[in-house]
């Protein structure tokens, strides 16, 4: 049998996705299919895998994520990580506060901070886990990472603006991808329909389009201006 193209895997991969809406999980030939591009020796359509199983909260499904939460490549852990936000199992627990004090990759442990955020509330574990971010805070040097435990802990603190600021102040990091990072979080607060902070994030983002030169970075705040 003639291997598949990487052309056909990413199509495979797509219909699974445009599936989703129609089925409230994966028939059991997709998950076989997930199973199978899970291996591939592709990186990208392991990413891929992963990402789309954040349409899933089946354990059987999960249970490709937590293998994937290992692979090798780190963007992969990373989609694996941040997918795993729908999750409300302790397995995934373990795993991503694993990922938070042993991950190597900035970008693995961000995905982890946001995923664990999503799932502590679900299980009533917010206490915990403010503790063991702000104790990881301590040591972090990421930026990336520190972006995404103020956002946590602003949400997991009842929106205590003492994190709105410190997010807010990393609008200065010199890496744009860091700027996109806070302006991301920032959308994401907006989004939960807090009035409180409504002004202070419009005035923010107001205030860094004048200065900001980085079309990806204008163009996030633009789209998010727009709707306010």
């Known amino acids: 049998m003639e291997e598949e193209s990487l052309i056909e895997k990413f199509d495979m991969l797509k219909k699974i996705e445009e599936n989703v809406e129609f089925s409230d999980r994966f028939s059991d030939e997709e998950f076989d299919i997930l199973k199978l591009y899970a291996k591939d020796k592709n990186y990208i359509i392991r990413s891929e895998v992963a990402r789309i199983l954040v349409n899933s909260t089946c354990p059987r499904d999960e249970s490709i994520l937590l293998k994937l939460s290992r692979d090798k490549k780190h963007l992969v ?130 205030s860094h389009l004048e200065i900001e030169k980085n079309p990806l970075v204008i163009s996030l705040i633009d789209n998010i201006l727009k709707k306010l």
Not at 103 to 127: D, F, N, P, T
Not at 164 to 189: F, G, M, P, T
């Open 77 to 206: 852990r990373a989609e694996a990580c941040d997918s795993l936000s729908v999750s409300m199992s302790k397995n995934a627990i373990k795993v991503l506060i694993n990922a938070l004090r042993k991950e190597k990759s900035g970008m693995v442990r961000a995905y982890a901070i946001h995923s664990l955020g999503c799932i502590s509330k679900k299980l009533k574990l917010e206490k915990e886990i403010k503790s063991l971010i702000k104790q990881v805070l301590k040591k972090e040097s990421s930026n990336l990472v520190k972006i995404s435990a103020y956002k946590v802990l602003y949400s997991l603190n009842d929106n205590d603006r003492e994190y709105l600021y410190h997010l807010i102040r990393k609008l200065k990091s010199k890496k744009y991808q860091n700027r996109c990072a806070v302006i991301n979080c920032l959308d994401e607060i907006l989004n939960q329909g807090n009035k409180e902070t409504y002004e202070i994030i419009k005035e923010t983002l107001l």
